[in-house]
């Protein structure tokens, strides 16, 4: 069997100018704009393919995905935020650069399947450069449940459409259906005197199978 499909690749070799072989299309990129975090991802989040960004109240997770959103407006693009639980504040979203006329808001009310189905119709659709699915305030049980065949239909769409697909949670979910997971973790708060400056945030990548921590300081 070996031998027959070396011969076969001999005689269609011999078809072309160019030998035939395996080329890895490095995925274009949407820089967050925190350079530790553009430093931890090798450059920012991947179009064409699913993203996951995790962690609990606090951690920095939703101030993350702003930074990207804001990074997407200011390039023209048109974006979309599917929220699950209702929770989106498009003042806060506006005051860290977000362009709010370009991005679709779809407020699902705190239903996770209605959330899901948004999300496939839009990103199908095509004509996002990033979509959004906020699950950060979602039940761990109910999004524990989106099927492994969900996320990977999400993931071939993304791929399709070459839009950058978020997903933000309390913990991983899509698991290998996604090119790219950073976890976040809130350290503590940074006091001075009396005020609250900011708060120092771990946060931990892995793509390709690489793992990667860094630490960073949110201030207010």
Known sequence: ??????????????RFET??????REAELIPTGIEVIDRLTDGGIPRGNLSEICGPESSGRTALVFAILGQAT??????????AA???????AAEVGVDLERVLWVNCG?????????????????????VVLDLGDTPDKEARRIPL????????AAERTGAALVAVERQVNARSCSALQVEMRRKGPVWVGKLLRGL????????????????????R
């Open 74 to 83: 200011r390039r023209g693009e048109c974006c979309a935020w599917i929220d």
């Open 86 to 92: 209702g929770v989106f504040d498009p003042a806060s």
């Open 149 to 156: 065949a969900s996320w990977f239909r999400l993931r071939h």
């Open 19 to 24: 030998p035939l072989a395996f080329r890895r």
């Open 1 to 14: 069997m070996g031998a027959a499909i070396l011969r076969l690749r001999t005689e269609i070799e011999a």
């Open 110 to 130: 705190g239903n996770a399947e209605h959330a899901l189905k948004a999300v496939d119709l839009l990103i199908q659709a095509g004509g996002f450069g990033l």
């Open 200 to 219: 120092t945030t771990q946060a931990e990548s892995q793509r390709l199978y690489r793992v990667r921590t860094a630490e960073f300081t949110a201030v």
